[in-house]
T-cell receptor, first 109, second 116 residues
Framework: DQQVKQNSPSLSVQEGRISILNCDYT??????FLWYKKYPAEGPTFLIS?????DKNEDGRFTVFLNKSAKHLSLHIVPSQPGDSAVYFCAASGGDMRFGAGTRLTVKP | ETGVTQSPTHLIKTRGQQVTLRCSSQSGHNTVSWYQQALGQGPQFIFQ???????GRGNFPPRFSGLQFPNYSSELNVNALELDDSALYLCASSLGPGTGNTGELFFGEGSRLTVL
């Protein structure tokens, strides 16, 4: 059951521009949403989260937006840097955590 | 503070065999979750253990089983291995299950299982 979906398997962005990664979910019982970043040969690492009672959370270059009515969240990275190149997973928590399939971000110098 | 460690990092088994994967949780964490990540996919939730009891399970058959020990370390056991069990198995620890907290997970580097 795909409760969390990332429909874009890959995204390529020029250094300095904005990267926007999207995620949709189906279960309205999720109460926290998180983004994880994964480099090759490493486990996913936590990036940023947002509670279901908020619509925006910002941490430096990273901002997560939540639209509960549309069951959609997005991660904005501004400005994008080559070191941001990784696979980004969207996750939703409601007791246990469910992940999307991931989006591979490539930031070109 | 030590992070999440998993062993072994790589292993190869043949169809029908059994495998045990091990995980040491991060210091202070009492909850361990196991995920299966097949190539090109996101982590799929197998189950979660909280204070030595199973506390939630994903859509995996009973031949996937687990344990959590008093020191909160954990094992994942898979019996009667199938070719489709080939994947990266990720262990993650957290401060606790349930709602009311972000449930942020701290992952190990994973155990890559190949079934021939």
């Amino acid at each position: 059951d795909q409760q969390v979906k990332q429909n874009s398997p890959s995204l390529s962005v020029q250094e300095g521009r904005i990267s926007i990664l999207n995620c949709d979910y189906t279960n309205s019982m999720f109460d926290y949403f998180l983004w994880y970043k994964k480099y090759p040969a490493e486990g996913p690492t936590f990036l940023i989260s947002i509670s279901s009672i908020k619509d925006k959370n910002e941490d430096g270059r990273f901002t997560v937006f939540l639209n509960k009515s549309a069951k959609h969240l997005s991660l904005h990275i501004v400005p994008s840097q080559p070191g941001d190149s990784a696979v980004y997973f969207c996750a939703a928590s409601g007791g246990d955590m469910r992940f999307g399939a991931g989006t591979r971000l490539t930031v070109k110098p | 503070e030590t992070g999440v460690t998993q062993s072994p990092t790589h292993l190869i088994k043949t169809r029908g065999q059994q495998v045990t994967l091990r995980c040491s949780s991060q210091s202070g964490h009492n909850t361990v979750s196991w995920y299966q990540q097949a190539l090109g996919q996101g982590p799929q939730f197998i189950f979660q253990y909280y204070r030595e009891e199973e506390n939630g399970r994903g859509n995996f058959p009973p031949r996937f089983s687990g344990l959590q020990f008093p020191n909160y370390s954990s094992e994942l056991n898979v019996n009667a291995l199938e070719l489709d069990d080939s994947a990266l198995y990720l262990c993650a620890s957290s401060l606790g299950p349930g709602t009311g907290n972000t449930g942020e997970l701290f992952f190990g580097e994973g155990s890559r299982l190949t079934v021939l």
